[in-house]
């Protein structure tokens, strides 16, 4: 009997060996990933365009907002929808210049703009790269806090276990 509590003890100290160690890989995927894509002047390129017309579709269903400008054709606003105001879309001219930029990794599609990823006016910031990485950083929390509250209960589900 004595030899069984021993292995069973012994088995149990290995598997809580194997889910620190798993929890602790989860805890650094975590955090490189919450690195990883985040804006800035150095990973973005920065354009100016002349406003032609903005398309601003009834519902979402149809499309996301189009800037049509004279030097690049129609710029896709669908990296920055979830943080962008319609109204201060709805507020830009025709004729008036935008300053927007864009992943230094999609320049190789270039004239055609893809997923814009800051976008202001003379007057006004619209999108900032703060504000959307401060959107995206909000939205990596959120499966973090599960995936590490589901480690915690795994762990002690061995203990209460007694594995």
């Known amino acids: 009997m004595k030899g069984k509590k021993n292995m ?3 088995l149990s100290v290995k598997v809580n060996l194997i889910m620190a160690l ?17 804006l800035s002047e150095k990973n973005t390129s920065e354009f100016s365009a002349t406003i032609n017309s903005i398309i601003i579709f009834d519902n979402f269903n149809e499309g996301y907002p189009m800037i049509q400008t004279e030097e690049y054709g129609d710029i896709n606003t669908s990296g920055i929808i979830r943080v962008l105001d319609i109204n201060d879309l709805v507020g830009l ?6 300053f927007f930029r864009v992943k230094n990794s999609l320049l190789d599609n270039m ?10 006016s003379n007057v006004k910031d619209i999108v900032s790269l703060d504000s959307l990485n401060e959107y995206n950083t909000m939205r990596k929390i959120l499966p973090s806090i599960a995936a590490l509250t589901f480690a915690f209960f795994l762990i002690n589900a061995f203990d209460i276990l007694d594995i």
Not at 111 to 116: D, F, L, Q, R
């Open 8 to 10: 069973k003890s012994q």
């Open 22 to 38: 798993a929890v602790l890989c989860l805890i650094v995927i975590l955090v490189i990933m919450m690195n990883v894509d985040t």
């Open 93 to 98: 001219q025709v004729g008036q210049m935008i």
């Open 111 to 120: 004239p055609e703009i893809n997923g814009i990823v800051s976008l202001r």
